[in-house]
T-cell receptor
């Protein structure tokens, strides 16, 4: 099985930077995904990492260290609309079907 | 291009009943996956269909089943409903198998079992 851990809740100030961590234990790693989910809405894809390093996409960046079983999602220049749940998901064991963490609820305040 | 659509959006059923949920993928997408989302367990994979065949199945009892039609539309069925089946059921489509980076979720069906 897999074990995926991420903080339950985080708060941050508008305009600031926040880092959401995700640790996982798995075998046959096939990639790590980050999704954003606003309350009452469907998850939307943010990023995919399969190799170590940092992937930057606008205000969002995602980092992966396979040897440490560790990833983070970095959100810069926070906006109120970034208040949402952020889901970390890992695909492994020869399958590309992701196993999701419980999600981190991010609250951005003025 | 229209997104993934799911019907119905909300549903209330009684314990012991059965329910069928429908998902229409994005036009041209051939892979459809189903997920269950609850506050306690988070988002959990149910099954994936491609070319009318179930390709992967998550760790759910046999009461949960599904199928896919030749036009890629998919349905999932839950028989003998239990209170614990109350959840948001999400469908996601992608162009092909292994296209997790291009997986798009529908708005979900909120099922309440009383």
């Amino acid at each position: 099985g897999q074990n995926i851990d991420q903080p339950t809740e985080m708060t941050a100030t508008e305009g600031a930077i926040v880092q959401i961590n995700c640790t996982y234990q798995t075998s046959g790693f096939n990639g790590l995904f980050w999704y954003q989910q606003h309350a009452g809405e469907a998850p939307t894809f943010l990023s995919y990492n399969v190799l170590d390093g940092l992937e930057e996409k606008g205000r969002f960046s995602s980092f992966l260290s396979r040897s440490k079983g560790y990833s983070y999602l970095l959100l810069k220049e926070l906006q109120m609309k970034d208040s949402a749940s952020y889901l970390c998901a890992v695909a492994s064991g020869g399958s590309y079907i992701p196993t999701f963490g419980r999600g981190t609820s991010l609250i951005v305040h003025p | 291009k229209a997104g993934v659509t799911q019907t119905p959006r909300y549903l209330i059923k009684t314990r012991g009943q059965q329910v069928t949920l429908s998902c229409s993928p994005i036009s041209g997408h051939r892979s459809v996956s189903w997920y269950q989302q609850t506050p306690g367990q988070g988002l959990q994979f149910l099954f994936e269909y491609f070319s009318e065949t179930q390709r992967n199945k998550g760790n759910f009892p046999g009461r949960f089943s599904g199928r896919q039609f030749s036009n890629s539309r998919s349905e999932m069925n839950v028989s003998t409903l239990e209170l614990g089946d109350s959840a948001l059921y999400l469908c996601a489509s992608s162009l092909d198998r292994g296209s997790m980076r291009e997986q798009y979720f529908g708005p979900g069906t909120r099922l309440t079992v009383t």
